[in-house]
């Protein structure tokens, strides 16, 4: 089935249209050139700020002039991450999309639903002629999945709304009132390299693949497998057992994403290399079933490397698998007040090791300061030997129960649903954080589709469910008075 022909029709020609537009965090010059066109087809007043975030206004409808304006908000960017042996190039491609029974994927790559979907919803608000609304002011932010720059950059003069309505959630039968903070801490050094005889050492890559990664806050708490900490136990046992020396660590782009795959150029002395392949076989016999329940396809291979002869010297070695080892990962602490959920995690996300330089990256979320600030002082402690550094902190989002667009929008849901839905606050970055601190006055809420495996190429939204966060936007915006 063509994506087209999907209901509500407006949503999936709207999303395929801009996942046809390459559009990662910091890239996004065309997809803002592409919104800008469409809010100006339109007729309607259409604005880009200095950082590329895009504000698009629509009157009221009839007899509505005088109702509470509602911003409608998604962002432009997505997490461009694909398979380990893909060929797809995310700056000329557009996404590959195909419907699978109830569920629209992507072929090999992430599917751009978070925030796509969102952006497709309010574009088919605005291109409507018979759904009735309030004032509308929608905006469209930049760089979300990297830095919340486009969100930081908006100033209190922008918007006039009364209500925004943050369509980047993840589950349709939740609305979300608030979430966490976070921050990325970035490691930098530099390494002597040194040079081996080529007689005496072997070069070997070891890979790592096959595991399930997904989203650095919403997943952190099953649990699953991290490529950088794999590969880490990996090396420190094959040094331990065989004395080789790294040559190199590739692992991660994007700190919000669980690394799912990496690779390490390792030398072996000759006369060692002999045992490398049954240790190898011992450690991923080992690591599999330790990940058996969350990362059953995990895979560790090896090949001989062609690399030049040069590793990195054995002190910055050392410290380097020993902070890496040491690096806390995943669940720090669970919230006591909301149950399931949690408050404190750390994601390390990117280790890149090569030509006499390290750079690494982790993300830490909290909801609360005080335990944000203990995670990121470990990672400084075990990391002494290099320079650290706070890049993007960005505050949490307080949740506000008792607000009158929460009580609007339930009663909508159980209209709708027959039920009430779940009230939320979720272990992620929204930028309502952001935008609830340089607009106080507005009413917030976010909420949308059921998207699975996002920042994965598991990444999926479901049809039915689209169809019903629709109906719920409509009778919403058909609410406010």
């Given amino acids: 089935m063509s994506i087209t022909a999907l209901e509500p029709n407006s949503i999936w020609q709207h999303f395929e249209a801009i996942n046809a537009i390459p559009r990662a965090s910091n890239k996004e010059e065309q997809i803002i050139?592409?919104?800008?066109?469409?809010?100006?087809?339109?007729?309607?007043?259409?604005?880009?700020?200095?950082?590329?975030?895009?504000?698009i206004k629509k009157p009221a409808t009839k007899s509505r002039e005088h109702h509470k304006s509602v911003v409608l908000q998604g962002h432009l960017d997505m997490v461009h991450q694909k398979e380990a042996d893909s060929n797809f190039d995310f700056d000329t491609q557009g996404i590959q999309?195909?419907?699978?029974?109830?569920?629209?994927?992507a072929k090999g790559t992430t599917l751009g639903a978070d925030n796509g979907i969102g952006v497709a919803t309010i574009m088919a608000i605005l291109s409507s002629k018979d759904i009735a609304h309030p004032p509308i002011e929608a905006l469209f932010t930049i760089d979300e999945e990297k830095g919340m720059t486009g969100a930081m950059a908006l100033t209190e003069d922008q918007l006039r709304g009364n209500i925004l309505l943050n369509l980047d959630s993840e589950e349709d039968d939740e609305i979300t009132i608030g979430c966490a903070g976070g921050v990325d801490v970035e490691i930098k050094g530099k390494y002597n390299i040194k040079i081996?005889?080529?007689?005496?050492?072997?070069?070997?890559e070891i890979t790592v693949n096959g595991l399930t990664g997904g989203h650095s806050g919403v997943d952190i708490h099953l649990n699953r497998a991290n490529a950088i900490q794999v590969l880490t136990e990996c090396l420190q046992e094959l040094i331990s057992t065989l004395d080789c020396r790294i040559h190199s660590i590739q692992v991660g782009t994007l700190t919000n994403v669980i690394p799912r795959n990496g690779s390490a150029i390792i030398a072996i002395r000759e006369d060692k290399t002999a045992l490398f392949p049954e240790e190898l076989e011992s450690i991923q016999s080992k690591l599999q079933?330790?990940?058996?329940?969350?990362?059953?396809?995990?895979?560790?291979?090896?090949?001989?490397?062609?690399?030049?002869?040069?590793?990195?010297?054995?002190?910055?070695?050392?410290?380097?698998?020993?902070?890496?080892?040491?690096?806390?990962?995943?669940?720090?602490?669970?919230t006591k007040e909301i149950p399931g959920l949690v408050q404190t995690s750390n994601n390390i996300a990117i280790a890149n090791i090569?030509?006499?330089?390290?750079?690494?990256?982790?993300?830490?979320?909290?909801s609360v300061?005080?335990?944000?600030?203990?995670?990121?002082?470990?990672?400084?402690?075990?990391?002494?030997?290099?320079?650290?550094?706070?890049?993007?902190?960005?505050?949490?989002?307080?949740?506000?129960?008792?607000?009158?667009?929460l009580s609007l929008a339930k009663a909508c849901y159980k209209k709708l649903n027959g039920e009430f839905p779940a009230i939320k606050s979720i272990h992620a970055g929204l930028e309502c954080g952001i935008l609830s601190g340089t607009f106080p006055h507005m009413q917030?809420?976010?909420?949308?589709?059921?998207?699975?495996?996002?920042?994965?190429?598991?990444?999926?939204?479901?049809?039915?469910?689209?169809?019903?966060?629709?109906?719920?936007?409509?009778?919403?915006?058909?609410?406010?008075?």
């Fill in 289 to 334: 079933k330790k990940y058996k329940d969350t990362d059953p396809e995990l895979n560790i291979a090896s090949e001989i490397s062609e690399n030049a002869m040069g590793v990195l010297d054995i002190q910055t070695q050392k410290n380097l698998i020993s902070a890496l080892m040491k690096m806390p990962n995943g669940v720090h602490a669970m």
């Fill in 196 to 204: 081996l005889d080529a007689k005496e050492y072997e070069l070997y």
């Fill in 444 to 481: 917030m809420i976010s909420f949308g589709p059921n998207i699975l495996g996002a920042h994965s190429p598991e990444e999926r939204v479901q049809i039915s469910s689209v169809q019903k966060f629709w109906k719920l936007l409509i009778e919403i915006l058909h609410s406010i008075e």
């Fill in 97 to 105: 999309m195909y419907v699978d029974g109830d569920w629209v994927k």
């Fill in 369 to 405: 300061d005080a335990e944000r600030d203990e995670l990121t002082d470990q990672v400084k402690k075990y990391f002494s030997f290099a320079t650290v550094t706070e890049v993007g902190p960005y505050p949490g989002w307080a949740p506000r129960p008792d607000s009158e667009l």
């Fill in 33 to 55: 050139e592409f919104m800008v066109a469409f809010g100006k087809s339109l007729g309607l007043q259409t604005s880009v700020d200095t950082v590329g975030n895009v504000i």
């Fill in 354 to 366: 090569a030509e006499s330089a390290f750079f690494m990256a982790c993300h830490t979320r909290s």
